[in-house]
């Protein structure tokens, strides 16, 4: 197993210890250093790192809008790096891996690559259990597989699998490299790609509203324009959701 890993760091004195330190583990492999965060969002998008390293305070885009902007298909394992413990707190609702406070020695960096290779392994299990997660949806699928109150999304939820019908389903949002499907008053947890989900949701009732929300069009009241292209959702159970001017026009028929 080989840890693909991007260092993001304004700071070039870090950079080149983070580089040092990481180096000296066999199983990782350093494919881009990144002096900023446009460049960590780039170089994520072309290289599909494992894992990023990643800074907080840098000029323009920090640390944090890094992860938020990279919720989705691309999201690799973070381990945020920084001088400031303030954003701790921030950094584990992204579903961070670790948080490193500078200044840390190899020791501490060791079990930060330890984390990083144990939840891997985690995900690859779950990526071998895949295929019979999406063979028992399709059964239940084929019994109706025109109606979209028949269709169920499988969860794994510890040693069982939740059956959650579609019509349940309010919205999803991603957190890291999980999924977060609200339904009910309940937030399921599964491990898929944007990519993947949006392919097993009926794309008839399910919209991409943002590069990591898709919302079931069921579930809107009401819908408010915003300044620069952007509006928001009022959804019957209260939540608020900005639809980004990206995708506004999967809204547009709303809007008539």
Not at 88 to 106: G, H, T
Request: charged fraction near 25%.
């Amino acid at each position: 197993m080989t840890l693909r890993t991007i260092i993001v760091d304004d700071e070039p004195l870090a950079t080149q210890l983070m580089h040092k330190w990481l180096a000296s583990f066999e199983d990782v492999e350093i494919v881009a250093v990144c002096r900023n965060g446009r460049e960590a969002i780039e170089q994520c998008e072309l290289l599909r790192p494992d894992a990023l390293f990643l800074d907080i305070q840098m000029p323009g885009t920090t640390g944090l809008d890094v992860v938020a902007r990279l919720q989705g298909d691309v999201m690799p394992m973070v381990v945020f790096a920084t001088a400031y413990d303030e954003y701790a707190l921030q950094a584990f609702e992204l579903n961070a891996i670790d948080y490193l406070l500078k200044p840390f020695d190899v020791e501490r960096l060791a079990l930060s690559v330890q984390r990083l290779r144990d939840r891997k392994q985690i995900s690859e299990a779950l990526d071998i259990k895949a295929p019979l997660i999406n063979a028992i949806a399709n059964i239940k699928n084929d019994a109706d597989e025109g109606s979209f109150q028949a269709r169920k999304l499988a969860i794994k939820d510890g040693g069982e699998i939740v059956l959650l019908p579609f019509e349940q389903i309010e919205w999803v949002d991603a957190a890291g490299d999980y999924m977060c499907v609200h339904a009910k008053g309940e937030t399921h947890i599964m491990r898929v790609t944007m990519k993947e989900l949006e392919a097993k949701l009926n794309a008839s009732f399910f919209l991409r509203i943002h590069r990591s929300t898709i919302v079931n069009a069921e579930c809107i009241s009401s819908v408010t324009i915003l300044p620069k292209g952007e509006a928001e959702l009022l959804l019957s159970g209260g939540a608020r959701l900005k639809v980004s001017r990206s995708y506004r026009q999967n809204i547009q028929h709303l809007l008539k």
